[in-house]
């Protein structure tokens, strides 16, 4: 989709359905394109009220599931990071995604995309720009927007990140950061002391991320600014004991394996996580755990079973450090949308930082026993150094230092040599230095340790939010027909739909709009998210929440005030509950209704039960 076409009001929405979903959301207060009143720009999202109270309860959600009941910590660090932490994490050098630009409109496309949407290729960033130009060619594929043969236009490499300037002037380049889980990296010193240096632990982050997409489409489903919800689980590699598999063993879900991907006809295999692990199909105990925890939650929020797989990244698109990979994917309009990347990162991330920063990245891993080693050492004599090699001679002292530590039998060999006088040639700048072994200081002494400092590695499970939700309301959108009238109904779990309960009076007279304005304030006092509604007829009501996926809907009626004119009307004291996706009604107790409700919605009792 075009910015064009997004400015001029519709969206990303491909066919009829997604078209429906995205005139709900705006309609019923979900999302909209934001700044629409000066045309708007694509690729970002304001959530309306709707829309917010929905991505705060799959928020909440998240947070139950990954933090609170896995016991990690949760952080919040800021969106804007200065330049070195994008140096360290590569992404300043590499987050980058392929750009192709019409030579005739001049719109510019992620060439990969370009590929994916008209051939049979399906994962074609891994591809590399080059192979991407040549079936560009080979396919005489043309530009989206204006049908321009794009054949032999040059794929570049267009970097994602937002860039902004920390304070005045341009000395201090930050940037707006696009994925959560650096500001969870670079603050690793101070964590491994928050968590007694005890392995493992993991941290979570929910948070904006902001990535400035070629091409953003598809609604929520490509924007440029999103929320990610992420958890770097950190582990000891050769002592860690692994998760409790047990609670999620029996968890049954499709996936689909590099081995099924390739096989001509292979489709994605239907079996327990225990199984995937067992079979050695999802290797990392650590990663099968989390897929286990996410197919469930997924479920949880609305998530249809039957339109999610896990799928294995094929070699070409892992990254180099990355022992295996899975994404959760969703099936939206016919195409799967990755919701969340599950990947073994190693010692990776840490490494770069430890690397680049002047902190300490490492953890203390205790031995059993205490060992004797030999530590090779040095102790030049700097007033031979000094003269010798000038401003150079501290370098020269640090580079012996590494020496010995390296190759201590560079030292050996010399002093071997020409009875001790032999040299040992180190490296500075570039430059080539000798310095004679009788004056370096070498010396191996044995020393007792009782333990090792090391990187731990890391096991990522990186949700995106607003993914999720679009998917949830795709899946849970319903219509059906209630009383010869066509409805739309969205079947979204009682856990996370933004209103629990409708409180409607039949008519707002004869003090029945007063009982049910107290009712309401009683429920919302119970901590239940409530709306308000008495204008309009009751059906037309009932319809406004179904719309939204308000799960139950409670009318005051005479009978409720005691003033039925016949037991058809119901007992005094009592009032209509109504369940959206049934559209059953009962009566009950108005003093039971809180409770009631809440077991309803907390899914200790069905509707049915009542
Ligand atoms: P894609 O290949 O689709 O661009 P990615 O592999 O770059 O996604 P990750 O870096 O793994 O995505 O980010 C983790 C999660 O963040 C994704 O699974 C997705 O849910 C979400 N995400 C990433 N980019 C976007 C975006 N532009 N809009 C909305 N959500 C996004």
């Known amino acids: 989709m075009s910015e064009g076409e997004q400015r001029s009001g519709a969206d990303g929405a491909g066919d009829d359905r997604s078209g429906d979903l995205t005139e ?76 192709v630009e019409c030579p005739e409109c001049g719109e510019s496309h992620r060439a990969d995309h370009v590929v994916e949407d008209n051939t049979d290729y399906e994962e074609a960033e891994g591809l590399g720009p080059e192979r991407v130009g040549e079936i560009i060619a080979e396919y005489e594929l043309v530009c989206p927007t204006c049908g321009t043969g794009l054949a032999g236009q040059a794929i570049e490499d267009f970097n994602l990140m937002f860039e902004t300037t920390i304070g005045p002037g341009s000395s201090s380049p930050g940037y707006l950061r696009p994925e959560t889980a650096q500001g969870i990296f670079v603050e690793f010193p101070q964590l491994k002391e ?45 002592r860690d004991e692994g998760p409790d598999l047990e609670s999620v063993e029996d968890v049954v879900a499709p996936f689909y394996g590099i081995d099924q991907q390739e096989a001509d006809d292979g489709d ?37 079973m039957d339109r999610f797989r896990f799928r294995q990244h094929l070699s070409g698109e892992r990254a180099h450090y990355a022992a295996d990979c899975w994404d959760a994917e969703g099936e939206v309009d016919g195409d799967w949308i990755e919701l969340a990347g599950f990947a073994y990162r190693s010692d990776y991330d840490l490494s770069k930082h430890d690397e ?37 001679a501290g370098d020269v002292a640090d580079a012996l230092a590494d020496l010995a530590e390296s190759d201590p039998d560079a030292f050996r060999e010399a002093e071997a040599d020409a009875d001790g006088e032999g040299t040992v040639t180190v490296e500075v700048d570039g430059e080539r230095h000798d310095v004679p072994v009788s004056q370096t200081g070498f010396a191996v002494e044995e020393v007792t340790e009782s333990g090792e400092h090391f990187l731990p590695h890391v096991v990522e499970p990186s949700l995106g939010i607003d993914r999720a939700l679009y998917t949830v309301l795709d899946h849970c959108y319903r219509e059906d027909e209630v009383d010869g009238e066509e ?67 409670v009318t005051v009626d005479y009978a409720t005030i005691g003033e039925a004119r016949d037991d058809d009307e119901g007992e005094p004291g009592t009032v209509t509950v109504r369940e959206r996706d049934t559209t059953a009604q009962r009566r009950i107790p108005i003093e039971d209704l809180a409770d009631t409700l809440e077991a309803l919605r907390d899914g200790d009792l069905t509707f049915a039960d009542l």
């Open 487 to 553: 409805r739309t109904f969205l079947e979204l779990p009682a856990e996370v739909a933004p209103t629990t309960v409708g409180v409607f009076p039949l008519m707002d007279r004869d003090g029945l709009g007063e009982r049910a304005r107290e009712v309401a304030a009683d429920l919302r006092e119970r901590g239940l998210s409530v709306t308000y509604d008495d204008s309009g007829a009751i059906g037309r009501r009932y319809r406004r929440q179904d719309e939204v996926g308000t799960p139950f809907c």
């Open 24 to 99: 709900l959301a705006k309609r019923r207060g979900f999302f909209l394109q934001s700044a629409g009143a000066y045309g708007g720009v694509s690729g970002f999202y304001t959530f309306g009220p709707n829309g917010a109270a929905l991505k705060d309860n799959v928020e909440d959600s998240w947070r139950d599931r990954f933090t609170v009941r896995e016991g990690n910590m949760e952080i919040d660090a800021p969106t804007v990071m200065p330049e070195p932490v994008f140096e360290a994490s590569g992404h300043l050098d590499g987050f980058d995604d392929m750009l």
């Open 194 to 238: 928050y968590a007694r240096n005890q392995l493992p632990f993991g941290v979570t982050q929910i948070g904006r991320a902001y990535r400035n997409e070629i091409s953003p489409r598809k609604s929520l489903l490509r924007v440029r600014e999103f929320t990610q919800a992420e958890l770097e689980l950190f582990v000891d590699p050769e």
């Open 356 to 392: 680049y920063s002047d902190d300490d990245f490492t953890v203390f891993r205790q031995y059993d026993e205490p060992v004797t080693v030999e530590r090779p050492t040095v102790d030049p004599d700097m007033s031979y150094l000094g003269p010798e090699f000038g401003g150079a």
């Open 268 to 304: 994605p295999l239907e079996i327990t996580v225990g199984e995937a692990h067992e079979r050695g199909l999802v290797a990392d105990p650590w990663i099968a755990y989390y897929l286990g925890v996410a197919a469930e939650w997924y479920d949880s929020i609305g998530v249809d």
